[in-house]
């Protein structure tokens, strides 16, 4: 039965696979009383290798999904759809949904990284997607246009980080990768790092061995979760209760794969996760997009 009161229905949060599992966690510690429904696209990760216009139809499909579940807020955990989608999908949901809020990764992080720079350095490592798209340029542009941001495109490391040959992610082969994405930044001496994509807070102690004690590293997840806490507050959406609230699981790809990695990543107990297999959405304009 969906809720009656829109403040018993739940948060919606999304990515292309396991990566926003690490947002989810930073909302399920810092708002408890909510209730969650997390979607996996599994089935077509990577998104940092795709195209702007399939990351917006992508979007538009999730989308649907997951106010058919009733969802109050939507929350783009991922920074490559956020980069190349977001707006779309804000204006979209307002227009189809009566305006169900749907907020993103990259500007929150951008602030906060530009609070904490004192050289005006900042690094950002992030998918292909996210880079070329220059949203965390403008992102921090318009927090302080005299800040400078040296971004670094990983796209090996996401890949590894959700499916690690082999099974183990910790090995001298990833070690590898990792310090390679630093060096720029280590050579440029940047003091304030931005990991703009959801699976790297998974490797971040590697990370912050690689480019120095010195460097502070900044993530999505705690800045979101306050983002999160003023929407719910301003549209007079927070839960009322006083206990823990519930949270479910949704995927695109093979729902054991997504368990077997989902806890890792959410360093939480995973409850059932069911499989979905997203309809084209109506909302999409943009055209399907031929790939190779
Ligand atoms: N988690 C996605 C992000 O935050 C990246 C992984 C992918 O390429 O799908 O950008």
């Keep these: 039965m969906p809720a009656a009161d829109p403040r018993d229905r739940p948060i919606a949060v999304f990515d292309s696979g396991v990566g926003g599992l690490t947002v989810l966690h930073e909302l399920l510690v810092s708002l408890p009383q909510e209730d969650y429904v997390y ?3 599994s089935a077509r990760f990577p998104y940092g290798e795709r195209t702007p216009e399939e990351l917006e139809r992508f979007g538009m499909d999730i989308a649907d999904e997951l106010i058919a579940r009733r969802a109050k807020l939507l929350v783009v955990a991922c920074n490559s759809m956020t980069s190349a989608a977001l707006p779309a999908l ?11 809020d749907v907020i993103g990764v990259v500007r929150p992080e951008a602030a906060q990284a530009v609070a904490v720079t004192r ?3 900042i690094g950002l490592l992030a998918t292909r997607a996210t880079v070329a798209s220059g949203a965390y340029e403008r992102a921090v542009a318009a927090v302080d246009p005299h800040v400078d941001l040296l971004a670094v495109a990983c796209p090996d490391l996401a890949p590894l980080v ?3 040959p082999g099974g183990d992610l910790f090995t001298r082969e990833l070690e590898d990768v990792v310090r390679g994405y630093c060096a720029p930044l280590v050579e440029a001496g940047v003091d304030t790092v931005i990991l703009g994509c959801t699976h790297y807070p998974l490797v971040r102690p590697m990370i912050q061995r690689m480019l120095g004690r010195h460097a502070t590293i900044v993530t999505s997840g705690a800045a979101l979760a306050r983002q999160v806490e003023h929407v719910l507050g301003s549209r007079d959406l927070a839960s009322g209760r006083a206990g823990e609230g519930t949270y479910s699981f949704l995927c695109t790809g093979d729902a054991g ?9 959410l ?6 996760v069911e499989h979905v297999d997203l309809a084209p959405s109506p909302n999409a304009e943009v055209p399907a997009w031929p790939r190779p």
């Design 39 to 41: 979607l996996g696209d």
């Design 90 to 100: 804000q204006r979209r949901m307002l227009e189809t949904t009566l305006g169900i």
């Design 119 to 121: 050289s005006g350095r």
């Design 162 to 164: 959700q499916d690690p």
């Design 257 to 265: 794969a997504f368990r077997a990695l989902g806890t890792r990543f």
């Design 267 to 272: 360093q939480m107990p995973l409850t059932e």
